[in-house]
């Protein structure tokens, strides 16, 4: 008798299958209104000093 004759019983669903466990962060996450936008609104500034 071959293994591949042999039909295998359906599995049983686990009610807490092991999952890869997400790092946490021992600081809290930013606040929405300290975030930033990400868009610059000004272009930088640029002052050349003549040391001459």
Known sequence: ???LD???PER???NNPRV???PV???RS???KHRGTGIIT???VFV???TA
């Open 6 to 8: 042999q039909v295998l």
């Open 42 to 44: 000004s272009p930088p």
């Open 1 to 3: 008798m071959e293994i």
């Open 48 to 50: 050349v000093l003549s």
């Open 25 to 27: 962060s021992k600081f």
């Open 12 to 14: 049983v669903h686990r």
């Open 20 to 22: 890869v466990k997400k």
């Open 30 to 32: 930013k606040k929405v």
